[in-house]
């Protein structure tokens, strides 16, 4: 029986990098993908390739439809069609938004929002052929509440979640579902701008008392991935009772 296939944006490191281990533990071929990291990518394929797991990967900006169009055409060759997208390509920014800049905040939407669609665009015309496939988009609970000083990365989440459940009703009669899920305070590197003293606050706000893991995000995803076939259209908070609790 042939592979099935997951693409993971973002995944050189963190919880992309989870979610790519996650599927190859399964048996998955993985496309991984990162604009930079080109070192910790390639450290990821070889941890995803320690699963017996056929991995490509991409350097390349998602932000730019080319770019995601290359990547998904070298996907093809590889694999063939895709069964799976995990938008989680992304960036933070924290300031005031008094003192950003335009081209500030237009890069944020970019990585943040327009990856999402790109990526999705594009899987789309093979999944909606073959009538199935699942698109999981990577967001935060600060696109359901906003945060302050936060707000133009808010606004890209906010948009993902909105998508997530506009998309999820339009391919709900072509078999192909859409879901994200909203993280909360998760331990990865966006976090480590914080103290001791600030993270032990944070985490005395979080009613099960600690920060989540990247783990924890990738086995979500892959229940979104292969699990209840009439869940689509949702965001799912995945925080500890933090915010969205």
Not at 132 to 161: D, F, P, Q
């Amino acid at each position: 029986m042939k592979k099935k296939t997951v693409v993971i944006t973002g995944s050189s490191r963190g919880i992309g990098k989870a979610i790519a281990l996650r599927f190859a533990k399964e048996g998955w071929n993985v496309g991984i993908n990162c604009s930079k990291s080109e070192k910790e990518l390639e450290v990821t394929k070889r941890e995803v390739q320690c699963f017996q797991a056929d991995c490509l990967s991409f350097l390349g900006d998602v932000s730019s439809y080319d770019v995601c169009r290359e990547l998904f055409q070298k996907v093809r060759e590889r694999f063939g069609t895709v069964d799976v997208l995990v938008n989680n390509a992304g960036i933070s920014h924290i300031g005031l938004f008094q003192d950003m800049k335009p081209e500030e905040w237009n890069r944020i939407l970019q990585i943040n929002l327009n990856s999402v669609m790109n990526c999705s665009h594009l899987v789309l015309p093979d999944m909606i052929a073959e009538k199935k496939g699942s698109i999981i988009n990577i967001s935060s609970v600060w696109g359901l509440a906003g945060a302050s000083c936060e707000a133009v990365y808010s606004a890209s989440k906010g948009g993902i979640n909105a998508f997530t459940k506009a998309l999820g009703k339009e391919l709900g009669p072509s078999g192909v579902r859409v879901n994200a899920i909203a993280c909360g305070a998760i331990d990865t590197e966006m976090n480590c701008f914080l103290d001791e003293e600030e993270r032990r606050a944070l985490v005395e706000e979080i009613p099960v008392n600690r920060l989540g893991t990247c783990e924890e995000v990738a086995d979500m995803a892959y229940y979104l991935a292969v699990g209840n076939p009439y869940l689509t259209g949702q965001v799912i908070s995945l925080d500890g009772g933090w915010i969205c609790g």
